[in-house]
């Protein structure tokens, strides 16, 4: 057997061998690792979709809104259900605002019957309500001696109109156009249904809206009244 001298010595063919043999593997065994597919990586983690959200429900009725008070706090409008109402904008520096009284006067005898009247503070017309709502509410008692339902200002006019005022503007019975100045009158009877529009210039005690909403109240009665099935 042929003798190969390594640092002086001979070294036999089978330990040549076997070192050409580990050599070998050793080899192989890189060649698989670097020929394999890369492994991979476990997908990360998402967080899962957010359920979507219901779709706003439609109003139907002014029932159906929720508006601030004068005092900031939340009124459920379905609180004035079976009453007949009187929306109105108002404002502190108008020339309709001495309707402030006839408003009071026209609440205070009817209110037993049934009547409120919902006054809403806007700017939207002459910068004629421009103070804050303890400004308003303190100029209504003590100029006026309000006691109506008061309600945080808002707009009624615009791409910042109120939600409640954009739904009444909807309504046939509304005529489809936004109040053209302060002290709109919209009559919503008990049902929260827009019933009639009367302009800033029908005072409060001007027989057309009187008798609306003797009308209205009168059917009130009677529907009360009616033995229940």
């Not at 190969?4 to 040549?16: A, P, Q, R, V, Y």
């Not at 698989?32 to 219901?54: D, I, L, Y």
């Not at 020339?95 to 009547?115: C, R, V």
Request: aromatic share 8%; glycine share 8%.
């Amino acid at each position: 057997m042929p003798c190969c001298l390594i640092n002086g010595s001979c070294t036999s063919g089978k330990i040549i061998g076997g070192i050409l043999l580990a050599t070998g593997i050793v080899a192989a065994i890189g060649l698989t690792r670097a020929t394999a597919e890369p492994e991979k990586s476990a997908p990360a983690a998402t967080a899962p979709a957010a359920e979507p959200k219901p779709e706003t429900k439609a109003a139907k009725s002014m029932h159906d809104f929720t508006v601030k008070n004068i005092d900031g706090k939340d009124v459920n409008l379905s609180d004035y259900k079976g009453k007949v109402c009187l929306v109105v904008n108002v404002a502190s520096k108008c020339g309709y605002t001495k309707q402030y009284d006839g408003l009071e006067a026209l609440y205070k005898s009817k209110k037993d019957a049934g009547f409120a009247i919902l006054g809403f503070p806007c700017n939207d017309f002459g910068n004629q309500e421009p103070g804050t709502e303890a400004d308003i509410k303190e100029f209504c008692s003590s100029k006026f001696n309000v006691t109506f339902p008061m309600f945080s200002k808002v707009a009624v006019k615009g791409e910042t109109t109120a939600p409640l005022y954009k739904w009444i503007v909807a309504q046939d019975a509304s005529g489809k156009t936004p109040p053209k100045w302060n002290f709109t009158k919209f009559l919503v009877d008990q049902n929260g249904q827009v019933i009639a529009r009367f302009d800033s210039n029908v005072a409060p005690d001007d027989a057309k809206l009187t008798s609306k909403i003797d009308e209205l109240l009168a059917k009130n009665a009677s529907a009360e009244a009616a033995p229940k099935k």
